[in-house]
Nanobody
C-alpha cells in the first residue's frame, strides 16, 4: 500500500512562488506515474501535472504550463511541484496521486495540501 504525504502549502500573494512536496512510502512496484491534482471549492478535481518513475517524462495542464514544474528529487523521492507566478485562480487543495504505469485511474492519494493565493 503506497502512502503519499504532501507538504509545503500555504498562503501567498499573487505573483509569488511556492513549492509542494509529495513523499511516498510503501511502494512495491518499479514503474509508476506520480501526479498532482487540485480541487477548488465548488469545482471538480482537475489534473495539474504528472511525471513518470524515471523523471524523464512530464505532462502539464494548459492552465499551468510555463508556470509550474514537476520534478523528482535525486533519489526519485519526493516529487516536487514548483509553482511560480501564482494567480488567485490557483487557489485549491492540491493532491498528490500515484498509479502503476499502464493503469487508467490513480490508485493512491495523499491527504492534500492547501494553497491559497491572495490578489
Amino acid at each position: 500500500q503506497v502512502q503519499l504525504v504532501e507538504s509545503g502549502g500555504g498562503l501567498v500573494q499573487a505573483g509569488d512562488s511556492l513549492r509542494l512536496s509529495c513523499t511516498a512510502s510503501g511502494r512495491t512496484f518499479s514503474y509508476y506515474i506520480t501526479a498532482w491534482f487540485r480541487q477548488a471549492p465548488g469545482k471538480e478535481r482537475e489534473f495539474v501535472a504528472a511525471i513518470d518513475y524515471s523523471g524523464g517524462r512530464t505532462d502539464y495542464a494548459n492552465s499551468v504550463k510555463g508556470r509550474f514544474t514537476i520534478f523528482r528529487g535525486d533519489a526519485k523521492n519526493p516529487v516536487y511541484l514548483q509553482m511560480n507566478s501564482l494567480k488567485p485562480e490557483d487557489t485549491a487543495t492540491y493532491y498528490c496521486a500515484e498509479k502503476r504505469l499502464g493503469e487508467g485511474a490513480y490508485s493512491y492519494w495523499g491527504q492534500g495540501a492547501q494553497v491559497t493565493v491572495s490578489s
